[in-house]
């Protein structure tokens, strides 16, 4: 994979005391910066678009899971005369549902 360089101007003194900071944490400007970029290209980029970059550079992408359908419950009662099955029955009006 090629890398690019971006280069931005940012206030000196501003600079120092980040620097200053990441440092006591074992962290460099450089690195933050990398995980911003990476968050934003996350948050900007479809996912289908970063799948495709992903192939063309080689890497293995996973495959999405897939949903599985809700399974409704099946009654097995057989109705008598004029009545509608539970699973079939409206319970807000009592009306028959369409199959």
Do not use: W
């Amino acid at each position: 994979m090629k890398t690019a360089t971006i280069t931005i101007s940012y206030d000196e003194e501003k600079l120092a005391a980040l620097r200053l900071y990441l440092s006591q944490k074992n962290q460099t400007v450089e690195e933050e910066l990398l995980t911003a970029t990476d968050n934003l290209y996350a948050k900007t980029v479809p996912n289908n678009v970063r799948e495709f970059i992903d192939l063309r550079v080689g890497k293995t992408v996973n495959e999405p899971k897939k949903r599985k359908a809700k399974e409704l419950p099946v009654s097995h009662e057989k109705p008598t005369c004029g009545e509608i099955p539970e699973s079939r029955a409206d319970t807000r009006t009592g009306e028959e549902n369409a199959p």
